[in-house]
């Protein structure tokens, strides 16, 4: 006969896993733009969209809420994050601070094994390029920049890139994407790899803050596409 921790710590567990499951779901519903930009979320509705209680859905939106993906406002309620101009600059211009940092220290850290594993996905989204098919930034070890920062070797740099800024700059590089990028984009990865492979640091945060630059104007350039476009529809 199970004892009353045993059962609370079971149950706790199947909530914990149920929080876990939902939060992905949303938060690759909002990355990918199904949860539109700025749209209202109904925390009933999407409990019976996964068909699960309104508890775990409630923990898994407050998640989201410090992830950015998700803000309250007062008297309004729960929101998908909308995406700004200004909003991606500032997003942008930090990141090519703290991404070229840990580019740097990257090349002073990376393991062998690391490296090998960056030149592994290098190759994975060259040949996919090469087929024809583009690269979408998923979470994890299959991500370029995620590996780089975890390569830096510092907690700090991790927890605020990976933890605090990941999920919303991933929402403006998937919705925002010029179709043209990925090619440029990858050729750029190239250069920086064999900068950290050559162990210079200096190169390789240099290229990473021209690399991330230039992926801001394109993704800015597509988002006032975007809004203009949805102008354009509101107008009708």
């Not at 079971?10 to 499951?21: A, G, P, R, Y």
């Not at 809420?65 to 500032?90: F, K, S």
């Not at 990941?166 to 043209?180: E, G, I």
């Amino acid at each position: 006969m199970l004892d009353k921790n045993s059962v609370d710590k079971t149950t706790s567990e199947k909530s914990s896993t149920l929080v876990d499951q939902i939060l992905v779901q949303i938060q690759t519903s909002i990355i990918k733009g199904e949860l539109a930009p700025g749209s209202k979320i109904n925390e009933q509705a999407l409990a019976l969209k996964y068909g699960i209680s309104r508890g775990p859905t409630r923990e898994a939106l407050q998640i989201l809420e410090r992830q950015r993906l998700v803000v309250r406002i007062p008297h309004v309620g729960a929101r998908v994050a909308a995406m700004t101009v200004a909003e991606l600059n500032d997003l942008y211009e930090l990141r090519s601070t703290l991404e070229a940092m840990a580019c740097e220290l990257a090349a002073k850290r990376i393991t062998d094994e690391q490296l090998s594993q960056l030149w592994q996905l290098l190759a994975r989204q060259e040949a996919a390029l090469a087929e024809g098919d583009t690269y979408f930034q998923e979470e994890g070890d299959v991500d370029f920049h995620y590996q780089i920062i975890r390569a830096s070797g510092n907690k700090h740099l991790q927890e605020t890139l990976i933890g605090g800024l990941y999920h919303l700059l991933r929402m403006y590089r998937y919705q925002c994407t010029n179709k043209n990028r990925p090619v440029k984009a990858i050729a750029e990865h190239r250069r920086i790899v064999e900068a950290i492979a050559q162990r210079d640091a200096e190169l390789a945060g240099l290229l990473m803050r021209r690399h991330i630059e230039q992926g801001r104007r394109n993704t800015e350039l597509r988002l006032k596409q975007l809004q203009a476009e949805h102008a354009a529809l509101d107008s009708i």
